[in-house]
């Protein structure tokens, strides 16, 4: 099932990205789920945007309150014309134009018993206790899952609920760990050893579940019942008795089993004395006591504690400290900052909590994903200005019936206007963007006279965006992300200063986003998927010495890291930022796991309908394509194409077979020729062991639907690709397939196949000069021949570019059946259609779950931004996995001393600043540059680079050197001495110092300094050839790369409670 329009299944089209995390049954359940959401301030519509958005059944949002000033600060469905009307009235219909399959429902009477039983999950936020307690009661009773959120100011708090016997049926996001087992003791226990496709450790936990296949000798094992381990170490674990069990010989493999889970939970009102909170520490237990005595304060005064009114903080703090008996574990300042902060309505707040909130809802409906047990506490009051710098006073902090009502209680009116002058650069519309806009916008970044925010994306709305990226609607597919998510803001916030751009922020774009743009930015947020795209933004961010918010997502885990200059290390060094690669001999010969063979099947793809057909037009349309260097293969494959020109579906079919045959039978006799069975690499050492998996050839079965996919998609492909419109028979296939007479099988003599990487890297590529002579003459000869009958457009092919959104198209279908049948060459578990898809489409896994409160993060790090904090200390980056559910925050890292000249040590945001312009108003020269580097920075040059180009070198002849020297700058930058550009206009005209690209960067090799030239000055960092100051071996989120998690920084002061 990929798609269909059938009541009750699901829309493939839409969900796509969703699916590869919660999977169909999970989805399945998600729209059998009605849910209520009671609360519709900023956290509440951000719970039920998830819900809709995720595909739940139905939502059904409740509140019986009217719409306040203080409510637009972070409710982004409301506007100023809405105050004083129902909340869930105002809300109702933006809600529903989320998900046309989702019915939304405004509900804003009491809620009965007889009301909620309708409900599977009911969802609570902004509720007195009382109600809270009655509500749950209620859900217990009737088995209802029952979800508590709230936040107040810079804190939040989260519980869950979900009945005495909830049952997990997948409790992790990862798939399921697969070792290669080295060898297996008889006993009791009986003890594996075995290690991972690359020889590391087996990756497994203690209580993991597992199986076995494949085990030669202890064949009992093959295929068991989930059997529960005890890890020894890194590479043995032990698995149960195995005393009765003939012994190992060689071979298996060990796969984890994910098995169901029972969970129990306690109703609120049991829980409340004896908190179940994950790492339970002072300040979690502070902050559950200061929630706790706010709700007392609020039942007592008909308020919220006013803002830095401290009668108002030492009543709460008094009210704290009658609810424990342990006194020493009440952190009193944290209660009474809270107080201070609790009548705030921060957007960034409601989007991490709602983020949290929604992914409970959707464990709680689907049984995917470890639920909270039971509590969570979460405070960013690291946010709030640094000791000794604003003071916050009840005046500034007063209400003003303005739309910012809930973050000038927070944070006072001077720190708005200066949000409203912030200039900052958005890189992506994505889902991330989105929920950045959409912040900015409630928080009022960019909104006053000065601000501006400046979205760039260049890539068009499609329909799969629409589950997770909220500003964008069904009748904006097509549209420009950037355009559409600007306009969308602006309605949200008409006062928001933004712009659109439909470009990406690039080396070939630096005219567009050079000197004069990033100069004026006060700083910059990524909201890329590319890891070398942010790298990039991340060097001019060092290059400018601008912050950087960098955000990443990838199924439930997510990641925020926090870049500012002078103070934290950069975005990550070329090292962090290389993906694995997988050894091209495996994917040639010793392929093991599926995702080897979906890659084969995959290059296999443009190997047969992208790459030839491209070759030959070139050689068609091109007369000097034959006098360009090429290899014999290349003109090979133009000779075939040209040769095989299909005139019949008979044809296509007939080349399909041929195909099958030689990929999956031919192919593997030689391999087996080359390397039989018995094979040893040394005496006693069998060569097919560990992860190589001895192949065996397949037999052409007809009835076989694998083989006849196959057969289907390649000659539908290859019918495609030359323009052959023919119709697609299978019954004529088989017919055909039946009647062919395939080759025979003929041993290939003297080809060496390379085992190792240095194997391949070792075989020569030597070209055979006589026959590529001769390939090309002929080639020449048939091209004569065809101009001769004038050869039209008939003649040309139709490359084939994979795409993965259309499953229509056939491309996913010739991957599966390609991958599948190799996995069945090397006795490899087939993929579905779905993870076909995923990988061949290197589809990243998205929910908006995740994209919420990884936008929450990063704005809350905007604040301190803003602020303009200078306290490392203050500053958290943040790794979050939903699925868990963990959230880690730790202080960045100080950024590495790189380089040391004299008595001073460099990092990769220092800078030499020099003059561009000389005392006599006119642009600097060379030697001038190098007498200004020695007199007055002691850096004496003796070498000049400007990207790769010798500018100057000490080295050179004396003439060439005095020849140089006298050069102005913009003359000697752009190509090699004497490559000049045109001077500037006049003297000192700034635009003539900076080239195409809007600016010039050089390096001073002496110092190990690179020289930026703006219109100013010349500044120098010092780091330019010794990399970004990043370290490979430190933590690097954005990857996620298994078992690598945040090394044991200092944890921030408001890290969170679970």
């Known amino acids: 099932m990929r798609r269909s329009e059938s009541p009750g299944e699901i829309d493939e089209g839409l969900y796509s990205r969703q699916l590869y995390v919660l999977g169909h049954e999970a989805m399945r359940r998600l729209a059998k789920t009605a849910v209520l959401v009671s609360g519709m301030k900023g956290l ?69 018993e007889s009301f909620l039983a309708a409900f ?42 979900f009945g005495e016997n909830f049952v997990v049926d997948e409790p992790s996001e990862a798939e399921p760990v697969c070792a290669y087992v080295q060898h297996i003791s008889q006993g009791m226990p009986g003890v594996v050893t075995c290690r991972d496709g690359q020889g590391h450790g087996h990756g497994f936990a203690d209580g993991d579940f597992v199986t076995f296949s ?77 929630f706790r005595a706010l709700h007392t304060f609020t039942a007592e005064m008909g308020r919220l504690p006013r803002p830095r009114v401290q009668a108002d903080a030492e009543r709460l703090l008094e009210l704290a400290r009658g609810l424990t008996t342990h006194q020493e574990l009440l952190d009193e300042r944290l209660v009474r900052t809270f107080a201070h902060v609790s009548a705030g309505e921060l957007s960034p707040m409601a989007a991490l909590l709602g983020g949290l909130a929604a992914q409970e809802v959707l464990k709680a409906a689907s049984g995917k994903f470890l639920p909270l047990a039971q509590w969570l506490y979460f405070d960013a009051l690291e946010c709030l200005p640094e000791q000794g710098t604003t003071l916050l006073t009840e ?48 928080i009022g970044l960019a909104a006053g006279e000065g601000g501006s925010v400046t979205v760039t994306d260049m890539d068009t709305i499609e329909r799969s965006n629409l589950s997770r990226q909220l500003l964008f609607r069904l009748r904006d597919v097509g549209k420009l992300k950037s355009e559409t998510a600007a306009a969308a803001v602006r309605r949200m916030n008409p006062m928001i200063r933004v712009t659109a751009q439909p470009h990406h922020v690039g080396p070939d774009t630096e005219t567009l986003y050079g000197d004069d743009f990033f100069m004026a930015l006060d700083g910059v947020t990524n909201a890329l998927d590319s890891m070398q795209s942010r790298a990039y933004v991340d060097s001019l961010c060092i290059r400018y010495l601008k912050p950087l918010l960098d955000s990443g997502t990838e199924g439930t885990k997510g990641h925020v890291q926090v870049i500012v200059p002078h103070l934290t290390q950069p975005f990550g060094s070329p090292l962090d930022l290389t993906e694995s690669a997988v050894p091209l001999c ?25 790459v030839p057909a491209e070759n030959v037009n070139k050689f068609l349309e091109d007369p000097a394509f034959l006098e360009v260097q090429r290899t014999t293969q290349d003109l090979e494959w133009v000779r075939s194409s040209l040769q095989e020109k299909p005139r019949s579906w008979p044809d296509c079919v007939r080349w399909a077979r041929q195909r099958w045959e030689s990929l999956y039978r031919h192919t593997i006799l030689n391999l087996l020729h080359a390397f039989p069975p018995d094979h040893e690499t040394s005496p006693g050492v069998p060569f097919w062991a560990g992860p190589k998996r001895c192949p065996r050839p397949l037999e052409f079965d007809c009835n076989n639907s694998t083989h006849m996919e196959y057969i289907m998609a390649a000659a539908s492909l290859f019918a495609q690709t030359h323009r052959l419109q023919v119709p697609r028979d299978r019954a004529a296939a088989r017919e055909t397939l039946r009647a062919m007479a395939v080759p025979p099988f003929q041993l290939e003599v003297g080809v060496r196949i390379p085992v190792t990487e240095e194997e391949m890297e070792e075989v020569p590529v030597g070209v055979d000069e006589e026959q590529l002579a001769a390939l090309k003459q002929e080639l020449a000869e048939c091209r004569q021949a065809l101009l001769e009958v004038g050869y039209g457009s008939t003649h040309l092919m139709e490359p084939i570019h994979f795409e993965k959104d259309d499953d229509s198209n056939g491309h996913v279908d010739f991957i599966m059946a390609a991958s599948n049948l190799r996995a069945a060459n090397y006795g490899i578990a087939p993929a579905d259609w779905h993870k076909s898809k995923r990988v061949a489409g290197r589809i990243v896994p998205a929910i908006a779950t995740t994209t919420a409160a990884v936008a929450g993060l990063a704005c809350l790090e905007l604040y301190k931004l803003v602020w303009g904090h200078q306290n490392l200390g203050s500053y958290c980056n943040s790794f979050l996995q939903l699925a868990e559910p963990l959230l880690a925050r730790f202080h960045p890292l100080s950024p590495l001393a790189t380089y040391k000249y004299g008595q001073e040590t460099w990092s990769c945001w220092h800078r030499i600043e020099v003059p561009g312009i000389g005392a006599h108003g006119e642009e600097l020269t060379l030697q001038e540059l190098l007498d200004q580097l020695q007199g007055v920075h002691g850096l004496p040059v003796r070498t000049l680079l400007c990207g790769v180009t010798i500018l100057y070198a000490s080295f050179w002849a004396k003439q060439k050197r005095e020849a140089q020297l006298t050069r102005r700058l913009t003359q000697l930058v752009g190509g090699p001495p004497g490559a000049a550009w045109p001077p500037p206009p006049h003297p000192g005209a700034g635009p003539g110092l900076r080239g195409p690209t809007g600016r010039r960067h050089l390096t001073a090799r002496a110092c190990l300094a690179a020289l930026w030239l703006s219109e100013a000055c010349c500044r120098v960092p010092p780091w330019a050839q010794t990399g970004s100051g990043g370290s490979a071996a430190r933590y690097r989120a954005a990857r996620y790369s298994a078992g690598r998690w945040p090394p044991s920084h200092q944890p921030c002061s408001g890290k969170p409670r679970m």
């Not at 084969?600 to 992208?610: N, Q, S, V």
């Open 214 to 290: 494949d085990v030669e000798g202890m064949s009992q094992l093959n295929g068991c019942k989930p059997r529960a381990i005890r890890v020894l170490d890194e590479f043995t674990l032990e698995i149960g008795d195995t005393g009765s069990f003939a012994p190992y010989q060689h071979g298996g493999v060990i796969t984890q089993v994910k098995v169901p889970q029972l969970h129990s939970y306690e109703p609120l009102r049991a829980s409340l004395a004896k908190p179940k909170i994950k790492a339970m520490d002072d300040r979690g237990h502070s902050l559950h006591l200061a």
């Open 395 to 442: 005046e500034s902090c007063a209400l003003r019936d303005s739309r910012y009502d809930g973050q000038i209680a927070v944070f006072g009116a001077d720190f708005q206007e200066r949000l409203g002058r912030q200039k900052y650069l958005v890189v992506g519309a994505g889902a991330i963007g989105c929920e950045l806009l959409k912040n900015f916008a409630m």
């Open 586 to 610: 495996t994917l040639r010969h010793f392929p093991s796991t599926i995702e080897h063979t979906l890659q084969w099947a995959r290059d296999e793809f443009d190997g047969l309908f992208k």
């Open 44 to 112: 509440g519509v951000e719970i039920a945007k998830n819900i809709i958005l995720a595909g739940v059944k139905s939502v059904t949002v409740h509140d019986p309150g009217n719409t306040q000033w203080s409510d637009l600060s972070s409710q982004f469905f409301l506007s100023e014309s809405d105050v004083g009307q129902n909340r869930a009235m105002a809300s109702q219909q933006r809600l529903a134009e989320l998900n046309s399959y989702v019915p939304v429902t405004a509900y804003t009477m009491e809620l009965s």
């Open 120 to 161: 599977q999950v009911v969802v609570l936020s902004n509720s007195p206790l009382e109600e809270q307690l009655r509500i749950s009661d209620i859900c217990h009773g009737r088995s209802i899952r029952f979800i508590l959120a709230d936040t107040k100011g810079l804190a939040g708090q989260l519980f869950c609920d």
